[in-house]
Nanobody
Framework: VQLQASGGGLVQAGGSLRLSCAAS????????MGWLRQAPGKGREFVAAISQSSGNTYYADSVKGRFTISRDDAKNTVNLQMNSLKPEDTAVYYC?????????????????????WGQGTLVTVSS
């Protein structure tokens, strides 16, 4: 699967952005999907994920209540609505997919469990 993320940009603290990820391939619905980010000088960290079939969602504690992940299997897209943005949300955001089914919820939170990555989109939140 190939992933193309878009929607990043510059926003003031408290503002909102919506990231989108378009995926190629006919089996998109079978992939576990996630958004992860990498801030300057830091490693990649989990942000949010949504499961295949059931659509269960998972969030990092730092974004819970502010971000919402969704997927549209008919359109091969996964979105991340980000509200109440903070300067510490500044990072390159990556859309990622996993071809293996995650039978344990803990798998969603680990970046190395995702097989495919998009090119990333930069989100900058000014204070």
């Amino acid at each position: 699967v190939q992933l193309q993320a878009s929607g990043g940009g510059l926003v003031q603290a408290g503002g909102s952005l919506r990231l989108s990820c378009a995926a190629s391939g006919r089996t998109f619905s079978s992939y576990e999907m996630g958004w992860l980010r990498q801030a300057p000088g830091k490693g990649r960290e989990f942000v949010a994920a949504i499961s295949q079939s059931s659509g269960n969602t998972y969030y990092a504690d730092s974004v819970k209540g502010r971000f919402t992940i969704s997927r549209d299997d008919a359109k091969n897209t996964v979105n991340l609505q980000m509200n109440s943005l903070k300067p510490e949300d500044t990072a390159v955001y990556y859309c990622a997919a996993a071809s293996s089914t995650f039978y344990d919820d803990a798998f969603y939170y680990t970046p190395r469990n995702y097989d495919y990555w998009g090119q990333g989109t930069l989100v900058t939140v000014s204070s």
